[in-house]
């Protein structure tokens, strides 16, 4: 009878653990508000770019980003990161075109300058289904593709 006891006392222990850890995730949600939403528009030759970003209260930053080409499917997705300084760094998961079944992250990088986003061009590796720029290797502003320019929310 007390191996039983023992056994139920064990099997329980990861629910009420699990139980606790799912309040604090709530708690942290609802802390973590938006304090700031600025939409942005970027035109290159005659490639076009959308994005929302979402600044939180815990300052994280989050949104979405719509890059049309011309000549190629369009890729749409979510953003998440943060700012260092004037650099906003995210991961960018996307799909491209019309499937939905296979989603790719990549790494972006904009550098805030009067009022404007400018993304930026750098190596990326991938380790173990990963993608990160490559350090030690800068991030070049001057021959990104798109300058990101404030425009009104829709």
């Known amino acids: 009878m007390k191996r039983n006891l023992l056994y139920f006392v064990f099997a329980t222990v990861p629910f009420v653990f699990a139980c606790n850890q799912s309040d604090k995730k709530a708690d942290t949600a609802k802390k973590d ?3 700031n939403q600025t939409c942005y528009a970027a035109l ?3 490639d076009s770019a959308a994005m929302i970003v979402k600044t939180m209260a815990s300052g994280k930053v989050t949104g979405s980003l719509l ?3 011309a000549d190629k499917p369009q890729n749409n997705g979510k953003i998440n990161g943060k700012f260092n ?3 906003l760094l995210v991961d960018y998961r996307f799909n491209t075109g019309n499937d939905t079944t296979k989603a790719f992250t990549n790494p972006l990088a904009f550098l805030k300058k009067d009022g404007k986003l400018i993304m930026g ?3 990326i590796e991938t380790t173990l289904g990963r993608s990160y720029f490559v350090k030690g290797k800068p991030i070049n502003y001057e021959a ?3 300058t990101f320019s404030e425009v009104n929310c829709k």
């Open 121 to 123: 061009v750098a190596q």
């Open 44 to 46: 290159f030759e005659k």
């Open 33 to 35: 508000s938006v304090i």
């Open 67 to 69: 890059v049309k080409y």
């Open 144 to 146: 990104g593709k798109f």
């Open 85 to 87: 300084g004037d650099t």
